[in-house]
């Protein structure tokens, strides 16, 4: 039978965008063996390192040369603005693959000093083939940074995209081939996660998954694991992220950036600054210019250049933060800037403040993953760390204080990947980038992303 179609549908507009097909075991099967076939008879891994190289630089050539179209279509198919789109999808995407082309000829082992008279040397390998499975909020970007550092270290990808934004990494695997990328190294299969994503999981002939998404599908992939051949799985988990702001810190520089970490990208991005902690002496003054701020942010076509917060991914998620806004009022917490749907098309959020959270309510422990930011009050330092670390997440924290001795000792403190201070939603590919706690485990990112795709081989020779 062939596999049913998935409409893609433009969640400011209801348009229809294309359709894929909801993939299930047999097209896996077909796409997996032909990364097998790839990887095992050396068309991509046995290649020369300049000349894997050059196609690297080929690939964020050829994004480059798509950026206005590719930014157009991460739009349309995410709701987030073209500026977002362009400078956080397209332009993420192309430096990844730059990033790594400069990675496949640094790929380097060790010769190790041991006991007895032995040459001891390491050799890194590729980990085989790679199911990189991502999510809809940074479509291109997030595949980059899985299938970029992948092909560098010699492995073939099967690309896993979400059945809300498949459309973006079927260009890229395009561009991939365009670019000389052999049949193979990069394979897409579109579907949902129960059908497409499961069979990739489950798969016994796939060595390694990557993971981007929530925590609920990472226990579903750890199980997949289990059940199946045991393969390694590295996980990129979402966030309940705490910016603190202390009164010594250049207040004006925190209030722009805790605006932006929280409502950049309709407040769909993992590391979103959803837990504003403010010191008790500044606490009142700072809201009011953050609510003043975030009432006059314009909210609507993601593609008018005058717009600052795009629409929601689908009437799903959008149904599912306005539930938590209710359950948040019920709660105690205090409503103090939007809380509601804006228009009657599209799914579109105002961005939203809560004030009077406390720990232990829901607002201040799940990750919302829209535009509604929880605001906290501290005493102290101590009282600041001990809020920060409360939650079961540890994706990313910042701190905004003037004293560089606080500043250090809270960076060593907080319970998370990323530490920021005195700024906001700092990414570079050449730092790594992951959580702790149940925000996952391994690294994107830097040359740490090189582990992941890589095998150790020690190699003993007698002399
Ligand atoms: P999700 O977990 O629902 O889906 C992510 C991907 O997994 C999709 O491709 C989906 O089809 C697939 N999937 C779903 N069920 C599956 C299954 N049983 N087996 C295999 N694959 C399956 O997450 P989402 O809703 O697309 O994305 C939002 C989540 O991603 C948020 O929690 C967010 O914080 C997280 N996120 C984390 C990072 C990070 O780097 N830490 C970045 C972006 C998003």
Known sequence: MPPTDIAIINPATGAELGRVPDCGAEEVNRAVDAARHCFATGQWRGRDGSEKERILLAIADGIDAQRQSLGELVSRETGKTLAEALGGDVDGAADAFRYYAGAVRRLTGETIPIDGNFLNYTLREPAGVVGAIVPWNFPLCIAAWKVAPALACGCAVVLKPSELTPLSAIRLAEIAREAGLPGGALE????????????????????????????????????????????????????????????????????????????????????????????????????????????????????????????????????????????????????????????????????????????????????????????????????????????????????????????????AALQAGVVWVTTYNGFDTATPFGGVKQSGFGRDLGAAALDQYTHLKSVWVAL
């Open 188 to 411: 897409v299969v579109t579907g949902y996660g129960a059908t497409a994503g499961e069979a990739l999981a489950r798969h016994m002939d796939v060595d390694k998954i990557s993971f981007t998404g929530s925590p609920r599908t990472a226990r579903r992939l750890l199980t997949a694991s289990a059940e199946s051949n045991l393969k390694p799985v590295s996980l990129e988990l979402g966030g309940k992220s705490p910016n603190i702001v202390f009164a010594d810190a250049d207040l004006d520089a925190a209030a722009r950036k805790a605006l932006w970490g929280i409502f950049q990208n309709k407040g769909e991005v993992c590391t979103a600054g959803s837990r504003l902690l403010l010191e008790d002496s500044i606490h009142d003054a700072f809201l009011d210019t953050l609510i003043g701020r975030a009432s006059r942010l314009r909210v609507g076509d993601p593609l008018d250049p005058k717009t600052q917060m795009g629409s929601q991914i689908s009437t799903a998620q959008m149904e599912r933060i306005l539930g938590y806004v209710e359950r948040a009022k019920q709660a105690g917490a205090q409503l103090r800037c939007g809380g509601h749907r804006v228009g009657e098309t599209g799914c579109f959020v105002a961005p939203t403040i809560f004030s009077a959270v406390t720990p232990g309510m829901e607002i201040a422990r799940e990750e919302v993953f829209g535009p509604v930011l929880s605001v906290l009050r501290f005493r102290d330092e101590e009282e600041a760390i001990a809020i920060a670390n409360s939650t079961t997440y540890g994706l990313a924290a910042a701190v905004w204080t003037g004293n560089l001795r606080r500043a250090h000792r809270m960076a």
